[in-house]
């Protein structure tokens, strides 16, 4: 059984920054892909990094602006975001997912960013 804690949320003006963390504690042979997702009041749930096999992608929304990263020895990936925007506001969460039919699909509950002017 995998846990997942996130931490780092939080309240900031445009322009601040803010890091997100996700640790998993557990097995985690197979897992090989991370990402991070949002999801605003009132919209869907959507993908803003993810990192796989060694390719990272970012929703263009978030490009140039995100950076996801992990810590292998920490078990820990991260979100770092720069020049944050009021509709980057949302409930952000990480995920880490292996063979899914294999119930290798792991959520956080989620982190609160709140971008206020």
């Known amino acids: 059984q995998v846990q997942v804690e996130e931490s780092g949320g939080g309240s900031v003006q445009p322009g601040g920054s803010l890091r997100l963390s996700c640790t998993a504690s557990?097995?985690?042979?197979?897992?090989?892909?991370m990402g991070w997702l949002r999801q605003a009041p009132g919209k869907e749930r959507e993908l803003v990094a993810i990192?796989?096999?060694?390719?990272?992608n970012y929703a263009e929304s978030v490009k140039g602006r995100f950076t996801i990263s992990r810590d292998n020895a920490k078990n820990t990936m991260y979100l770092q975001m720069n020049n944050l925007k009021p509709e980057d506001t949302a409930v952000y969460y990480c995920?880490?997912?292996?063979?899914?039919?294999?119930?290798?699909?792991?959520w956080g509950k989620g982190t609160l960013v709140n971008v206020f002017s």
């Open positions: 995920n880490w997912r292996g063979k899914v039919y294999l119930g290798q699909d792991y």
């Open positions: 557990g097995n985690l042979f197979g897992i090989e892909t």
């Open positions: 990192s796989s096999y060694g390719n990272i």
